[in-house]
């Protein structure tokens, strides 16, 4: 299961930390003509290997960083402006297969057994770094479709990725209350967001506003707390 973990954590790091948003723009617009596709390819392929520390397991992280390749290249040159978003949710679940069929064939002559061998340190940090940029791109991937007119008339009020930011340390917290066992203080964070939320949504007077708020808001503290139960059942 450490395998995994550590696979699952070069996966989080190439595709949402160490990838800028400039990279996904080029690639979109160049497809397999982006040079910025074949560093991305690279820098999966090495992040497995030197995470998972042991040269037996370049052959393992080449056929990553190949198969990681395809699949981008699919999706690239499949999606569509009305279907980016099923497509990113395919391309995630597809790259997260391919990391569970490597583990499941290294793991195959020792037994299942090995998959319940845990390693606090390693299950910590993939589990709060899921809780920040990539938990973020995925729920504005999700409910961009909802996106109202009226939110972007308000941004100018507004710090810039002051959203973002906020939306990343409450599930930071939220993971940490859970870890440590504070549970009330999920409840307490959550009224204090909305407390601070419901000036602006009274302002705003558009009840969409409010019901997209309400949806990024839920997903983020589920994600956060899903996460968290996660992380302190396999630990």
């Known amino acids: 299961m450490i395998l995994f973990i ?3 954590l070069a996966h989080l790091l190439g595709d949402f ?4 948003n ?25 992040l497995a290997a030197v995470l998972v520390g042991q040269i037996s397991f370049i052959p393992y992280a080449i056929f990553i960083a ?7 290249l699919i999706k690239l040159n499949f999606q569509k402006p009305k279907t980016k978003r099923t497509w ?24 299942f057994i090995h998959f319940l061998v845990m390693n606090e340190f390693w299950i910590l940090i993939t589990g709060f770094l ?8 995925f729920i504005k991937t999700i409910i961009s479709i909802w996106s109202p007119e009226s939110q972007n008339s308000h941004k100018d009020n507004s ?13 930071l917290f939220v993971v940490c209350f859970i870890l440590t066992g504070h549970f009330e203080a999920i409840g307490f964070l959550l ?15 558009d009840r969409k506003l409010t019901e997209y708020v309400m949806i990024g808001t839920l997903m983020s503290f589920g994600i956060s707390i899903l996460t968290g139960l996660a992380i302190q059942a396999l630990l």
């Open 130 to 137: 899921l809780v920040t940029k990539p938990t973020s791109i």
């Open 191 to 205: 009224a204090t967001k909305s407390i601070f939320r419901f000036g602006d949504l009274k302002e705003a007077k």
């Open 88 to 111: 990113f949710v395919v391309d995630q679940i597809a790259h997260v297969l391919i990391l569970i069929g490597i583990t499941a064939f290294l793991y195959q002559d020792n037994g």
């Open 6 to 8: 550590k696979l699952l």
């Open 159 to 171: 710090l810039a990725n002051a959203g973002n930011y906020i939306g990343i340390l409450e599930r």
């Open 17 to 20: 930390i160490w990838q800028p």
């Open 66 to 72: 190949v198969t990681h390749g395809i699949i981008d």
């Open 22 to 46: 400039s990279w996904v723009t080029h690639k979109e617009a160049n497809k397999h003509k982006s040079v910025y596709l074949y560093l991305h390819i690279l820098l999966h392929g090495v």
